[in-house]
């Protein structure tokens, strides 16, 4: 972000919040006609999001790209790109008859041509292709059998696919903007949306204006036509207090991540609301990391669990602002079991007795066994919104209770490879994702997001048979048996519901939040 663009913030505004100032601002400038800056905490390593993995890039895309399906709500499909579809072959065949007359940004017609590269471009192992990978499941083939007819072939049934066709991280790209831009294509993704990237300048600004041709929104939200919007702009700021500045100053009508205490206070004024965007998934948690010792006791994982404070770890790190988590899936989230709330409450007693009970001995106030210290190192990102505070008060619970608790915080790269590694003994994290399936990506053998390195024959027996189970109710049984072992088990911390705390300028209207916490623009407006 350049810092120049902000205006000077009146101190007082701020005092009468019983809030400090939290920086000097520049001076304001009044928002264009139907222009919605965003205070957006962080810059996409990449915009293509079948490459990437991350959040925040489906969180742009999904007003850039269109998807084959759409749905609000779990299990529910209607039209996008795709008009009608079938399944055949006992779930391993999806027809798809395609919208004519629909055109990528760049003038490239949208046909079964185009949609078939761009899953043909997934399955190609030169593309890297994370994020698209683990959504197109077992995926073999997609072929156009005719201008607009797309047929996608499995070699096994998996339910998951529709929900998977309507998330940003399978949306429709331009071939012939992949095929131009070569490895700078992540930085300017060519779609069917609503609008289209006018310019960009990582770790700084992306500045999106409206598809003046756009006529094809799904039927579902019953508009159709160009955007209200004439310009998105997200401003790129990693630190909390300068998008608090630009969201006061009316520089930003909306503040993205915004601090859980100015969340909270600037929310119960008028001219500003609270739009709290719950993320599908597995919430806020902490991989235990089942194959290094210690971790690789389930005592020593069931002691962690019965040691940390939960309510106060959020009080620590969030102020208290969200929910508590106690299972692997999250309120909100298909698959989501209320039967856990509770499991492994705060009891150090508890701990202490199950440490002893497999052989531990505190000697001088520190648990050990066989002359060594029950030590944990827990490795986070560095400035990561909450990951530090979290890791940090973890291990204070940790030492409190006589373990040996480090943090290391590491650069965001180094982390991941840390943890594909299995270097750390914990490492708070989130994934997200809108179906149950999600436990096949965190637990699975061989998993790339398997951070805990869990490997239980029967849990894989489960999550291979949950992953084809094409009834519904039945899918969700075995999936509710899944997380029951991965509780005993205890190979997580569950911590906070995910969702992201988003503030809104009283004048912001019709944002649109799609199932699984991506706010679409198609209809908002600023007054």
């Not at 204006?209 to 799904?218: D, L, T």
């Not at 909306?254 to 500003?272: M, N, S, T, V």
């Not at 940090?392 to 209770?401: F, M, P, Q, S, V």
């Not at 006589?402 to 994934?431: F, I, R, S």
Request: aromatic letters at 10%.
């Amino acid at each position: 972000m350049r810092h120049n663009r902000w205006a000077t913030l009146l101190a007082s505004s701020l005092l009468m919040l019983g809030l400090a100032p939290l920086s000097a601002a520049a001076a304001s400038r009044a928002p264009g006609n139907q222009v919605l800056t965003i205070a957006f905490s962080q810059t996409p390593v990449t915009l293509d999001p079948a490459v990437s993995d991350a959040t925040l890039t489906f969180e742009i895309d999904v007003n850039i790209l269109d998807t084959l399906v759409w749905t609000t709500k779990p299990g529910v499909f209607t039209p996008d790109l795709a008009t009608k579809w079938t399944i055949t072959d006992g779930g391993k065949v999806y027809t798809f008859q395609l919208r004519h007359g629909v055109k990528f940004t760049d003038g490239t017609p949208f046909n079964a041509a185009a949609a078939a590269y761009n899953f043909n471009r997934i399955l190609n192992p030169a593309t890297k292709a994370v994020g698209g990978l683990s959504s197109v499941g077992p995926l073999t083939s997609a072929k156009a059998t005719g201008t607009y007819t797309l047929v996608l072939t499995l070699s096994k049934p998996f339910p998951a696919f529709l929900n998977y066709l309507s998330t940003p991280n399978l949306g429709m790209q331009s071939p012939t903007a992949i095929r131009k831009e070569g490895a700078q294509y992540g930085n300017h993704p060519v779609g069917t949306g609503p609008f289209m990237i006018q310019s960009y300048i990582p770790n700084s600004d992306l500045v999106l204006v409206r598809n003046p041709n756009y006529n094809w929104a799904p039927p579902a939200l019953h508009v159709n036509g160009p955007a209200k919007l004439s310009k998105i702009v997200y401003d790129f700021e990693a630190s909390g207090g300068t998008r608090v500045d630009a969201f006061l100053s009316g520089q930003a009508q909306e503040l993205d991540a915004a601090p859980p205490l100015y969340f909270k206070k600037l929310g119960a004024l008028p001219q500003y609301k609270q739009f709290p965007m719950p993320i599908a998934g597995a919430g806020e948690y902490a991989a235990i990391n089942n194959a290094k010792w210690p971790t690789n006791q389930l005592a020593v994982r069931q002691a962690i669990l019965y040691s940390v404070n939960r309510t106060g770890l959020i009080q620590l790190a969030d102020q208290g602002q969200y929910p508590v988590t106690w299972g692997p899936i999250q309120k909100g989230t298909p698959g989501y079991d209320p039967a856990f709330t509770g499991m492994y409450n705060y009891d150090p007693a508890k701990a202490s007795r199950i440490l002893e009970k497999a052989g531990w001995k505190k000697v001088h106030g520190i648990w050990t066994k066989g002359g060594k210290k029950l030590t944990i190192v827990i490795t986070t990102i560095a400035g990561y919104q909450d990951l530090p505070d979290l890791s940090t008060g973890i291990a204070g619970y940790l030492n409190k209770e006589g373990m040996v608790a480090t943090v290391e915080q590491v650069g965001a790269a180094a982390w991941t490879a840390d943890c594909v590694k299995g270097v750390e003994n914990m490492t708070p994290l989130w994934l997200t994702n809108t179906d149950p399936e999600l436990l096949q990506l965190l637990f699975s053998p061989g998993q790339f997001f398997n951070f805990s390195k869990f490997n239980d024959p029967t849990v894989t027996k489960l999550l291979n048979q949950a992953e084809t189970d094409t009834n519904p109710a039945g899918r969700l049984k075995v999936y509710d048996k899944i997380q029951t072992i991965l509780m005993d088990q205890a190979v997580m911390l569950p911590e906070r519901l995910n969702e992201d705390l988003i503030l809104l300028s009283s004048k912001v209207k019709g944002v649109i939040v799609g199932f699984g916490g991506n706010p679409f623009y198609y209809t908002t407006t600023v007054g």
